[in-house]
């Protein structure tokens, strides 16, 4: 017993294994679920992913009609808030709600795949759904960590063709799915639904395929709640 222990893969170990032999790693980890190590590697991701968000947001210069507004919507008695307040308020609301997404993503990923199994009676449980989707994430720490270091080079004027690079449609509802897609089917996040459909397959004993199916179901659910919610 002892040794059996002792052979146990530690968290670090968990972490690595679910990269590099995921569907071993996944059925050790339900062996022993937890709830806390799968909430602090989303932690560290939004911790991450949020820093991003705050230096490239900080970097982004104000449209200049926001600043007309701003300034000069009531002369003679003075700006309600001056251009440097907004940007700070900008920065501030893009990096919370970036925070946020990030678990809004896991809870409500997990939540969805969970509902559509569990109503079609699989077996798994939403705790051990939960854990194995925070492992499941690992490929988004490799993404954000390098959104992270790309911040503290990128340029403004690099940012500012990014951001026209995004404006494929005329019509803000057509880019705003373009945007959400983009989003969610990102190399790292396709990695990460691989390691989730993975996930699936071992929390609730289904096969390939079914589990393709309902993690397809449910990011087709998460890419059109990304167009209103931040995911």
Known sequence: MNKREDEEPGFIGQVIGCLTSP??????????PSLLKAATI?????????????????KLPLPSI?????????????ALISPQQLRQTLVILNTVTGFIGIFG????????????????????TFRGMLTLAGYASM?????????????FMVTEQGLLQLSGATQ???????????????????????WSVVLLIIAL??????????????????????????MFLPL
């Open 42 to 58: 989303v932690l560290v991701i939004a911790i991450v992913a949020s820093w991003a968000s705050y230096n490239y947001a900080g």
């Open 105 to 124: 993503s896991w809870l409500i990923s997990s939540a969805l795949v969970h509902a559509l199994l569990r109503g079609q009676r699989g077996k798994g």
């Open 66 to 78: 926001i600043q007309r507004e701003t300034i000069g919507q009531f002369p003679g008695q003075g």
């Open 139 to 151: 490929p988004l720490l490799i993404q954000h960590l390098l959104r992270l270091m790309d911040s």
């Open 201 to 226: 397959c071992e929390n609730y004993k289904i096969s390939t395929a079914r589990s393709v199916v309902s993690v397809a179901a449910t990011y087709i659910i998460i890419v059109f709640l990304s």
């Open 168 to 190: 494929v449609f005329t019509q803000p509802l057509l880019n705003a799915f373009a945007n959400a897609a983009i989003n969610v089917f990102s190399v790292f996040r396709l």
């Open 23 to 32: 569907r071993t790693s996944f059925k050790s980890i339900l062996e022993k």
